[in-house]
């Protein structure tokens, strides 16, 4: 049974999280704890909790339960990405930086000034100030301006992580019951809690999980501490030999000069892409190198192949990348079009059926929740100026992007996901720019880089994990959803007072890494949202045309594996091939190939049981990694040190 030690001190490790993370990410210490699903400083802690704290509660025979422990990990995984890529850095950056970067010839103040309204922001001169140069001697922080703006961002926020969770409960029974997806990131922290034989001659459970009695497991762990290990020391003393973990490969003849390879090396990577099915791990390495023959094709004809608008890639590619991901939502949802229409009729039975109970949350408050959410998102940016139709139509491709991102990471195990191409830029090449209106572009940019972001941390992945990891685990879904949502507002506060004591002791522009609260905003916000502004674009028929390409080629790949078993190419595959130096591919795809490799020889050779028996090596490539470099965070965060990148996504 969970106690409420369980929440407790998953709370605190919340608040831990929001305070290190923004410390991490602001200071440039190297690594970044919750920028991906699978968040470092979350698995280190958890590790700490369960091989080392548990350990010692089990001698003194005051053990936490498995359940308790996963209760807190899935606390710790929900919130970690909300200080940072997920929405607190670039939230107040997005609010400061057009009142301290404008100047006469960039015209904020004669443009961007006027469109956003007094309540979104501090407009205090000195407020603004003081941010990013850092407060006088002696003098407060003046919080009393950010009360009001991070008020209404954050009922913002909080009806987006609604919309997000409802959609969870919602999705959950076709995905985890009926189609019964592996969930590669919620099986880590099953397995490691997972108990051990009792002690010879005694009663009661193991001091240790099995886990961590795997003599295979430990040999796989060992493998990341080594490289991870030399790594940090050699930043420390140069003199100790080491090795670089990115290699990049560039082409000097025509027309392969057009792009580059990106080789990135990863244990954890490599160790997911043996748990998923060879189909998959095939599909994201072969679908990188179609991308990347596609524009070497392009140059090779002449064809012009143009940058997306504030961002790394190709917008052809970026164009089919969207139309694929809205066309594998529509298909999602097509396939559990019964289980939809059996929960609606439901909905309205008198009294709560069984399935309904189950779930923790009423099918009709998770639909309530869903359009309830949805509404105020649109009313929220009407109220700042947004028109209600280009409010409806970006949010609803941001939640359709996020549904397919979330069956990405549940199906894939793929820690990090990365996008190219924003929910507004694909309104924008539907209806052209001046339509929306100079208000409605400030209002929608904004959104696009304070919600959106990266993709990166998401909370629709993560509730759907959480609710596997309980389900799998005996954890009551009503005491997970409430922890949750504790730990997530928990998280919003603490982070809030973090990054503005922080900005306001040192001065935002004085920081290791300016990017967050200065470089990004500016540059990929407001001088997008001015250039959408001053000079309006037009619709585009031909970025139309190939988000229908992305979408026919994602229904014909759906299509052919639900008709054939022996299909090998998935659909997720095309969906994250991105860009040269952009989306996810081009990151993971070098160790998924190396990890689809070892399992497709382990099976041939060794058969079912050899793989099997080997799966404890991979999961300790996984930990291994993750842990390694949670211990190096831990000490340079004590020596001060910054530009440690061992793990840089």
């Known amino acids: 049974m969970l106690r409420m030690r369980a929440v407790v001190i998953g709370l605190l490790a919340v608040a831990?999280?929001?305070?290190?993370?923004?410390?991490?990410?602001?200071?440039?210490?190297?690594?970044?704890?919750?920028?991906?699903?699978?968040?470092?400083?979350?698995?280190?802690?958890?590790?700490?909790?369960?091989?080392?704290?548990?350990?010692?509660?089990?001698?003194?025979?005051?053990?936490?339960?498995?359940?308790?422990?996963?209760?807190?990990?899935?606390?710790?995984?929900?919130?970690?990405?909300?200080?940072?890529f997920g929405y607190v850095l670039y939230a107040i950056g997005i609010m400061a930086s057009p009142f301290y970067y404008a100047n006469p010839t960039n015209r904020y103040v004669e443009v961007l000034h006027k469109l956003i309204p007094d309540w979104m922001a501090p407009k205090n001169p000195d407020t603004i100030r003081y941010l990013y140069e850092g407060l006088p001697k002696g003098m407060a922080i003046p919080y009393k301006d950010w009360i009001t703006p991070l008020f209404w961002w954050t009922l913002l926020v909080l009806a987006m992580y609604l919309v997000m969770f409802c959609l969870a409960v919602i999705v959950r029974k076709q995905w985890v019951e009926n189609e019964k997806l592996i969930f590669p990131l919620a099986l880590v922290p099953?397995?490691?809690?997972?108990?051990?034989?009792?002690?010879?001659?005694?009663?009661?459970?193991?001091?240790?999980?099995?886990?961590?009695?795997?003599?295979?497991?430990?040999?796989?762990?060992?493998?990341?501490?080594?490289?991870?290990?030399?790594?940090?020391l050699h930043f420390y003393f140069?003199?100790?030999?080491?090795?670089?973990?990115?290699?990049?490969?560039?082409?000097?003849?025509?027309?392969?000069?057009?792009?580059?390879?990106?080789?990135?090396?990863?244990?954890?990577?490599?160790?997911?892409?043996?748990?998923?099915?060879?189909?998959?791990?095939?599909?994201?390495?072969?679908?990188?190198?179609?991308?990347?023959?596609?524009?070497?094709?392009?140059?090779?004809?002449?064809?012009?192949?143009?940058?997306?608008?504030?961002?790394?890639?190709?917008?052809?590619?970026?164009?089919?990348?969207?139309?694929?991901?809205?066309?594998?939502?529509?298909?999602?949802?097509?396939?559990?079009?019964?289980?939809?229409?059996?929960?609606?009729?439901?909905?309205?039975?008198?009294?709560?059926?069984?399935?309904?109970?189950?779930?923790?949350?009423?099918?009709?408050?998770?639909?309530?929740?869903?359009?309830?959410?949805?509404?105020?998102?649109c009313f929220w940016a009407m109220a700042a100026g947004a028109p209600f139709w280009a409010?409806?139509?970006?949010?609803?491709?941001?939640?359709?992007?996020?549904?397919?991102?979330?069956?990405?990471?549940?199906?894939?195990?793929?820690?990090?996901?990365?996008?190219?191409?924003?929910?507004?830029?694909?309104?924008?090449?539907?209806?052209?720019?001046?339509?929306?209106?100079?208000?409605g572009i400030s209002t929608l940019n904004a959104f696009n880089h304070i919600f959106p972001a990266e993709g990166r941390v998401l909370l629709m992945p993560f509730f759907l994990n959480n609710i596997k990891m309980a389900e799998s685990s005996g954890i009551k879904r009503k005491s997970l959803y409430i922890s949750?949502?504790?730990?997530?507002?928990?998280?919003?506060?603490?982070?809030?007072?973090?990054?503005?004591?922080?900005?306001?002791?040192?001065?935002?522009?004085?920081?290791?890494?300016?990017?967050?609260?200065?470089?990004?905003?500016?540059?990929?916000?407001?001088?997008?949202?001015m250039s959408y502004i001053t000079t309006p674009v037009k619709a585009s028929l031909k970025d139309v045309v190939f988000m229908g390409i992305g979408a026919a080629v994602t229904g014909f790949l759906y299509w052919m594996g639900r008709v054939f078993i022996w299909w090998p190419f998935h659909p997720i595959g095309y969906l994250i091939a991105g860009g040269e130096l952009s989306?996810?591919?081009?990151?993971?795809?070098?160790?998924?190939?190396?990890?689809?490799?070892?399992?497709?020889?382990?099976?041939k050779l060794g058969g079912i049981k050899i793989y099997r028996m080997l799966m404890p090596v991979f999961l300790g490539l996984i930990i291994g990694e993750f842990v390694t470099v949670g211990a190096w965070v831990i000490v340079d965060l004590f020596t001060g040190a910054k530009g440690n990148f061992l793990m840089w996504l």
């Open 190 to 232: 099953v397995d490691m809690v997972k108990e051990g034989e009792p002690e010879a001659g005694g009663a009661g459970q193991s001091l240790i999980p099995s886990f961590f009695k795997n003599k295979l497991m430990w040999l796989g762990f060992l493998i990341p501490v080594l490289i991870y290990s030399i790594r940090g």
């Open 484 to 529: 949750m949502w504790l730990a997530i507002i928990l998280m919003v506060v603490v982070s809030y007072v973090v990054v503005l004591n922080m900005a306001y002791r040192y001065g935002a522009v004085n920081f290791g890494q300016t990017w967050w609260l200065s470089g990004y905003p500016k540059q990929y916000n407001w001088d997008t949202a």
């Open 238 to 377: 140069p003199s100790i030999p080491t090795f670089k973990n990115d290699y990049y490969i560039n082409f000097t003849d025509k027309p392969w000069n057009s792009i580059t390879i990106w080789i990135k090396l990863s244990t954890s990577i490599m160790g997911f892409a043996y748990l998923i099915p060879t189909s998959l791990s095939f599909s994201i390495w072969f679908f990188y190198w179609v991308n990347r023959l596609q524009v070497v094709a392009g140059a090779a004809m002449g064809f012009q192949m143009p940058i997306v608008r504030g961002w790394f890639t190709r917008s052809f590619l970026a164009y089919q990348q969207l139309g694929g991901m809205i066309a594998f939502a529509v298909l999602l949802f097509w396939a559990m079009r019964r289980e939809l229409a059996d929960t609606l009729k439901k909905m309205f039975r008198k009294g709560a059926p069984s399935e309904d109970k189950k779930e923790g949350a009423s099918y009709l408050l998770a639909f309530a929740g869903l359009i309830g959410g949805f509404l105020f998102i």
């Open 391 to 439: 409010v409806f139509l970006w949010a609803a491709i941001l939640f359709l992007t996020v549904v397919v991102i979330t069956r990405i990471v549940s199906e894939s195990g793929l820690f990090f996901v990365q996008y190219d191409m924003f929910p507004l830029e694909a309104v924008v090449s539907m209806t052209g720019s001046q339509v929306i209106g100079a208000q």
């Open 583 to 603: 989306g996810t591919a081009c990151r993971l795809w070098f160790m998924t190939m190396m990890g689809w490799l070892a399992k497709v020889l382990i099976v």
């Open 16 to 84: 831990a999280l929001g305070i290190i993370t923004p410390v991490c990410d602001l200071h440039w210490i190297g690594v970044m704890p919750g920028a991906s699903y699978m968040p470092v400083g979350s698995i280190f802690l958890f590790f700490f909790f369960v091989f080392v704290l548990n350990t010692l509660l089990k001698a003194l025979k005051i053990p936490l339960s498995p359940q308790e422990l996963l209760l807190i990990y899935a606390m710790m995984a929900v919130s970690s990405g909300i200080p940072s």
